[in-house]
C-alpha cells in the first residue's frame, strides 16, 4: 500500500520564482478548516499505511486552537469511516508545569477532551508529559520520556504549531538546535497569550515540561501549522529569515521533510503575498494597483502624486508603468480612488451624486442593523460612525450577537453585589450569589445564576453607551447566540439555532445596510464565529427580494485597523466626535483598566480605538489627502 498524494506533500523550496525568498516550505489555503482537513487526511494516510504493514503509527501531538480542527476531522473518520487508533502511539509536546491533569487547563484534559475521549486508542499508547512529577524526579522523568520516544522508532509524524515567540512545543527563544526533552521556564509573551485560558496571567504557570528541538527535528515528517493574522509577523520570520534560536521555528529550514500549512491570513505578510511585484511579473488588476501604489507611498514616504516612473521602476512596478503608460495618469487614477472612499454620510448624501461616493443617496433615511460581536465593540470600533448614521436620521439597530458574559470578572461582579446588598435588595438572592462566586476554583465555570449576572451586567453597559450615542433602546437586540453561551473560553460549534436568530433579525427589519466585524484577530475566536454567522445567514436570505437593496460594510478597530488600500469607506471625525466615542467606550466599566481579553495589545480599548482611528487619518494625510483628526474605515463585503 502506498501513501496518497496530497496537496500538503513536501516539496523542494526555492524552486519557483515566487517562492525564492522562502528557505521553508509552505502551502497557504483560504481557510483553517480546509487546510485543517487536509492534514487529518495525510495523518489518517499514514495510520492506515502503518496498520496495513504491521507496524505501529508514533505520532507526535500538538495542543492549542491550531489543531482543534485536525482531531474534530480523526474523529469524524473514527466514527463514520472506521479508521482505527489501535496501532497508534502518541506522545504530546509539552505540559504546564506544575498542573494537575484533571484541570481544564492542563493539556491532558485538553488531549482527552478532543481526541483520545473519542477514538478506539489504547491508554497505554498515549504519553502526555506529567506536570505532577516532583521537582527531585523531573530530570528523570524528562530523560525517561526521551527514551521512551526513541525505543518506540522515533516520531513519524509530528505536528506542530507555533507561539508569537517563535517556540514549538515550549521551546523558548533561546533553545538550542540539539535540546531534548527537559523543563523549560514560559517566556513572558507565552504566559501572556494564555492568559485569556488562565483567566488573567498570575493564573499561567511560569515553568512547562517540553519535548527539545532535537527531538522534533529528529520526526520523520513535520507539519506546522499557524492560523490568523495574529500569526503573520512570526511566520514570515521563520519562513524568509534566517535559522536563528530567537526564533526556534526557524530550525525547521534545516529539516528535510517539513510542511508550514497556513490559511490566508497568517500568509499575510510573505512576500509573495503581500508585494507580489518585488518576486515577479504581476497580473495587475485593480485592487493589486491600489495596493502597490499606496506601499509604494508609505515606503517611501512620498504623497501619491509625488511619485516617478523612477519610483516605480526601482521597486519592481515597471510592467504596471508600461501597462498605465505613466506614472502621472496612475498616480492621479489611486488618488481620486482613495479621495473617493472618503465621506461624512455613511449612510449616503440626500440630494447629491453618489457615483463616486461610497454609499447610495436613496432612499435617503435607511434602515441600518449593525452587528456586534460582543457588547462593546459597536462603539470601540464604529463609535463615531455610529454617531453620524443617528444623527443623520437613520432608523439604526444594533444586534449584540453575544452575551459576553464571560469577561466580566469576579471582581467586578462581586462589586454590583455589594452595591444590591446594601439597597437590601433580596439578600437571600444576593448573598447565594456571592458565596457562589467565592466558593469558585480555577477549574470551575461560573453557576448559571451568576453568568446570568454577568450578562445583565453586559447588557447594561451596551444600553447606557448606545442610548448616549442617540440609537433608540427598543433597536437594541440582545442576541445571546448559544454558542457562546458555554461559560467557559472553548466555545460550541455554531449551530443552526445561531444562524436562525441571526437571520430571523435580518428578515425582520429588512437593513439597508449591515455593519459586521471584521477584524478576526481577537484571542477567542469570537469575532470569526459571529462573522460566520452573519455570512450564513446572508447565504440563506440572499435570494430575497429585499437583500437587493442591502449593503454589507466590515469594521475592524479592536484588535487591528484595515489597511488604507482596502478601505471602501472612510468616515473622518471631528475632535468632538472623538471624545463622543471615548464617552461611548467609558460606558463600558467592566471592560476598562484590567481588559480581560485584549490579545497583543496591552492598551484599553479606547485608547487603542483612537490611535489606530488617528493612524488611519494620518495615513491618508500622508498620501497626500486632507488631513482629518480621526477615520473610522470599513471595506464592502460582496454577496
Known amino acids: 500500500m502506498e501513501l496518497l498524494e496530497h496537496t500538503i506533500d513536501f516539496k523542494e523550496i526555492g524552486k519557483f520564482e515566487e517562492t525564492r525568498f522562502e528557505k521553508l516550505y509552505n502551502v497557504i489555503f483560504d481557510s483553517s478548516d480546509e487546510a485543517s482537513l487536509e492534514v487529518a487526511k495525510e495523518i489518517a494516510s499514514l495510520i492506515k499505511y ?71 486508542i489504547l491508554k497505554e499508547n498515549i504519553n502526555i508529559p506529567s506536570g505532577s512529577i516532583s521537582e527531585d524526579e523531573l530530570y528523570q522523568y524528562c530523560t525517561d520520556y526521551e527514551m521512551k520516544i526513541t525505543q518506540c522508532g522515533g516520531l513519524d509524524f509530528q505536528l506542530l504549531g507555533i507561539g508569537r515567540t517563535g517556540h514549538i512545543g515550549f521551546n523558548e527563544p533561546g533553545s538550542h538546535y540539539n535540546s531534548v526533552t527537559r523543563s523549560i521556564t514560559l517566556d513572558h509573551l507565552t504566559r501572556y497569550d494564555a492568559a485569556n485560558a488562565f483567566i488573567g496571567i498570575d493564573n499561567v504557570p511560569r515553568k512547562a515540561i517540553t519535548m527539545g528541538v532535537g527531538t522534533i527535528m529528529k520526526a520523520k515528517r513535520v507539519v506546522l501549522m ?47 503575498v503581500k508585494t507580489p511585484w518585488l518576486v515577479s511579473s504581476c497580473a ?35 510592467g504596471l508603468i508600461i501597462e498605465e503608460g505613466s506614472s502621472y495618469d496612475l498616480n492621479i487614477k489611486i488618488f481620486n480612488s482613495l479621495q473617493n472612499t472618503i465621506t461624512g454620510w455613511p449612510g449616503g448624501k440626500p440630494n447629491a451624486d453618489d457615483l463616486k461616493r461610497p454609499e447610495r443617496e436613496t432612499p435617503h433615511k435607511k434602515r441600518v442593523l449593525i452587528f456586534s460581536p460582543h457588547p462593546d465593540d459597536d462603539v470601540i470600533s464604529m463609535g463615531g460612525t455610529l454617531d453620524r448614521l443617528v444623527s443623520q436620521g437613520h432608523e439604526v439597530h444594533v444586534a449584540y450577537q453575544t452575551s459576553g458574559s464571560i469577561a466580566v470578572s469576579d471582581e467586578d461582579a462581586l462589586c454590583f453585589l455589594e452595591v444590591m446588598r446594601k439597597m437590601q ?16 476554583d480555577d477549574s470551575t465555570i461560573d453557576a448559571e445564576n451568576v453568568r446570568s449576572l454577568k450578562r445583565k451586567i453586559r447588557e447594561t453597559e451596551a444600553l447606557a453607551a448606545a442610548t448616549y450615542l442617540g440609537v433608540k433602546e427598543q433597536n437594541l437586540h440582545f442576541l445571546k447566540l448559544p454558542f457562546y453561551e458555554t461559560g467557559k ?70 484588535w487591528h485597523e484595515w489597511d488604507t488600500h482596502d478601505i471602501d469607506m472612510a468616515v473622518p471625525m471631528s475632535p468632538d466626535q472623538v471624545i463622543r466615542k471615548r464617552k461611548a467606550i467609558f460606558y463600558h466599566q467592566t471592560q476598562k483598566d484590567d481588559v480581560m481579553f485584549q490579545g497583543d495589545d496591552s492598551r484599553e480599548f479606547w485608547i487603542r480605538a483612537e490611535e489606530r482611528n488617528r493612524s488611519t487619518a494620518i495615513k491618508y494625510n500622508d498620501l497626500g489627502l486632507t488631513e482629518y483628526a480621526a477615520i473610522e474605515g470599513f471595506k464592502r463585503f460582496f454577496f
Open 489 to 558: 473560553i472553548k466555545k460550541k460549534k455554531l449551530s443552526v439555532q445561531d444562524f436562525s436568530i441571526v437571520s430571523d433579525l435580518i428578515e425582520e427589519i429588512r437593513p439597508h445596510m449591515i455593519f459586521a466585524a471584521g477584524d478576526l484577530a481577537d484571542p477567542h475566536g469570537t469575532h470569526k464565529q459571529c462573522l460566520i454567522s452573519i455570512i450564513t445567514a446572508i447565504d440563506f436570505l440572499k435570494k430575497k427580494p429585499f437583500m437587493n437593496d442591502c449593503w454589507v460594510w466590515l469594521y475592524r478597530g479592536a
Open 50 to 120: 502503518k496498520e496495513s504493514i504491521g507496524k505501529p503509527c508514533v505520532l507526535g501531538l500538538a495542543t492549542g486552537s491550531s489543531p482543534i480542527k485536525v482531531y474534530e476531522e480523526l474523529v469524524r473518520m473514527h466514527r463514520e469511516e472506521g479508521l482505527s487508533f489501535s496501532n497508534v502511539i502518541t506522545f504530546n509536546l509539552d505540559e504546564y508545569y506544575p498542573m494537575n491533569k484533571t484541570n481544564i487547563q492542563s493539556y491532558y484534559y485538553f488531549m482527552h477532551e478532543n481526541l483520545f475521549n473519542h477514538v478506539d
Open 284 to 318: 495587475w488588476d485593480e485592487v493589486l494597483k491600489k495596493k502597490a501604489v499606496v506601499w509604494l507611498s508609505e515606503k517611501l514616504n512620498k504623497s501619491i502624486l509625488k511619485l516617478t516612473d523612477r519610483d516605480y521602476n526601482d521597486n519592481g512596478m515597471s
Open 226 to 272: 499557524a492560523w490568523g493574522e495574529n500569526k503573520a509577523d512570526i511566520i514570515k520570520r521563520i519562513i524568509e529569515g534566517d535559522v536563528s534560536s530567537d526564533y526556534p521555528a526557524s530550525y525547521l529550514q534545516r529539516h528535510k521533510n517539513t510542511t508550514v500549512i497556513l490559511d490566508s491570513e497568517a500568509a499575510s505578510c510573505l512576500t509573495r
Open 425 to 440: 435588595m433580596d439578600n437571600d438572592r444576593v448573598n447565594n450569589l456571592i458565596n457562589s462566586i467565592e466558593s469558585k
